[in-house]
Nanobody, 121 residues
Framework: QVQLVESGGGLVQAGASLRLSCAHSGSRYSINAMAWYRQTPGKSRELVATIANSGNTDYADSVKDRFTVSRDNAKSTMYLQMNSLKPEDTAVYYC???????????????WGQGTQVTVSS
C-alpha cells in the first residue's frame, strides 16, 4: 500500500497561484502512475491531472494550460502547480497512486486525505 499526504492548500484570490505537494511512501507493485483529483460538495471526484512513471502527463480540459503536474522521485513527492486560479477551482484536492490499464484508462488505488483550495473572486 502507498501512503500519501497532501499539503499546500489555502485561501487565495482569483488569478493567484498555489503549489500542492503530495509526499508518498510505501510501494505497490502494479502502480505505474499518480494523479490529482478534486471534489466539491455534492459532486463526484474529478480527475484533474495524471503523470505516468514514464513522465507523460495529461490534464482535464478545465485546467489545461493553467496547471502543471510534476514529480521529484528523489524526494518521493508529486506536485501540482496551479496558476491563474479561478473560483471554480475551489475544491478539496486529493492525490492518488494508481495504474493506467493497457487501454489507457487510469484506475485510482491509494488516496491521500485531501487539502482544501479556496479561490475567492
Amino acid at each position: 500500500q502507498v501512503q500519501l499526504v497532501e499539503s499546500g492548500g489555502g485561501l487565495v484570490q482569483a488569478g493567484a497561484s498555489l503549489r500542492l505537494s503530495c509526499a508518498h511512501s510505501g510501494s505497490r507493485y502494479s502502480i505505474n502512475a499518480m494523479a490529482w483529483y478534486r471534489q466539491t460538495p455534492g459532486k463526484s471526484r474529478e480527475l484533474v491531472a495524471t503523470i505516468a512513471n514514464s513522465g507523460n502527463t495529461d490534464y482535464a480540459d478545465s485546467v489545461k494550460d493553467r496547471f502543471t503536474v510534476s514529480r521529484d522521485n528523489a524526494k518521493s513527492t508529486m506536485y501540482l502547480q496551479m496558476n491563474s486560479l479561478k473560483p471554480e477551482d475551489t475544491a478539496v484536492y486529493y492525490c492518488n497512486a494508481g495504474r493506467f490499464s493497457e487501454s489507457g484508462t487510469y484506475h485510482p488505488w491509494d488516496w491521500g486525505q485531501g487539502t482544501q483550495v479556496t479561490v475567492s473572486s
